[in-house]
């Protein structure tokens, strides 16, 4: 038992650790492009580009989630924004009934 306990922790924070670096690499590549580059909107469409496949998938197994779960999905976004100091690749924006919809929906991407 001790075992699956010990997995488990191991396995939640490798998830927030990917969930921090995800971040940091978002940011430290539109930062690094912004000073090769210089110009905004040639910045944004790269990183749109490249991150697009990835953004689109991820959204999807959120959607997919909050469908299944029977939850209303009121928004999808795959495109980014620049949200104060951050790029945000893109949301679901569903009706949030439970706590624990609302995990099973917010892990969705991992499974």
């Known amino acids: 038992m001790s075992s699956l306990l010990s997995q488990s922790i191991v396995f939640f924070l490798e998830i ?3 969930y ?5 690499t978002i940011n430290e590549t ?3 492009l912004r000073f ?28 997919f989630a909050a469908t299944i779960l ?16 951050y790029i945000k690749l893109g949301s ?5 009934k439970d706590f624990f919809r609302g995990i ?3 892990i969705a991407p991992f499974f």
């Open 70 to 85: 029977m939850l209303r999905v009121r928004e999808v976004k795959i495109f980014p924004e620049w949200q104060k100091n």
């Open 104 to 106: 099973l929906v917010g």
């Open 36 to 63: 090769l580059i210089k110009k905004e909107k040639l910045i944004f469409s790269l990183v749109t580009v490249f991150f697009l496949p990835g953004t689109v998938i991820h959204e999807i197994a959120h959607f």
């Open 16 to 18: 927030v650790l990917i």
């Open 92 to 96: 679901v924006l569903y009706e949030k």
């Open 30 to 32: 539109f930062y690094l």
């Open 20 to 24: 921090i670096l995800s971040r940091q």
